[in-house]
């Protein structure tokens, strides 16, 4: 009986994390959709993952430590682009300063900031002179700042999004490409946890289907 009972009960567990592996798989349709036709990607031999996001949406703000530290954690067959959306005029001032501070090789030291600030400071970083002001304070020339932030080749940034955008079908944020072939999102997975898990995911199905 004390080995029926071990049996049965060891039966159970491997039933028990049998479920819980098939319930954390992604599930197509829900946790992400499969692009029709794939787009081409721009990373080479690396699997690329593209986040969609705005600085000043608060899942996104919740999403960026987690989604940072998953990438520098994982393998280096992956490659993490940024693209801010442009869902309005409002939206804009956050791209330029997005793609400003990208310009004067500040974006790995301040991206994480401009959040923080944000968010949880309160700074109204999408209005031009807070920006200016707050980039000075962190020792950038504001001058510089300014020039770049209203020059041609921040608008023709502003442009590109936008046409990356529309090619993807993006429509809200925290919205993530695997490979130019899947797309899912912090509202498909229910959380940012599980949309990490999903993309880790997703990025093995791409690697599977390039044959690596």
């Known amino acids: 009986m004390v080995l029926f009972r071990n049996a049965l009960a060891a039966l159970m567990l491997v039933l028990a994390a049998t479920g819980a ?3 954390s798989a992604a599930q197509l349709g829900s946790d992400y959709v499969r ?12 699997i690329e993952v593209i986040e969609f996001f705005y600085y000043g949406c608060p899942v996104c703000y919740e999403l960026e430590p987690k989604l940072s530290r998953w990438y520098f954690n994982g393998p280096g067959s992956v490659e993490l682009r940024r693209v801010p959306v442009l869902s309005s005029d409002n939206w804009d001032n956050f791209a330029k300063l997005f793609y400003t501070l990208d310009a004067m090789g500040q974006l790995g030291r301040l991206h994480w900031p401009v959040y923080d600030n944000f968010h949880f400071r309160g700074m109204k970083l999408n209005d031009e002179q807070v920006a200016a002001d707050w980039v000075a ?4 020339d504001r001058k510089k700042f300014i020039d770049i932030y209203g020059s041609p080749q921040i608008r023709a940034k502003l442009a590109a999004a936008r046409v990356t955008m529309q090619g993807y079908g993006i429509t809200g944020v925290p919205s993530i490409v695997v490979d130019g072939k899947f797309l899912t999102s912090a509202r498909m997975t229910g ?3 599980r949309l990490i898990q999903v993309v880790q995911q997703l990025v093995e199905l791409a690697r599977r289907e390039r044959g690596k």
């Open 191 to 193: 959380s940012t946890d």
């Open 137 to 140: 304070h962190n020792g950038l």
């Open 21 to 23: 592996q098939a319930q």
């Open 35 to 46: 692009l029709d036709p794939p787009r081409a990607v721009a990373t080479g031999d690396k």
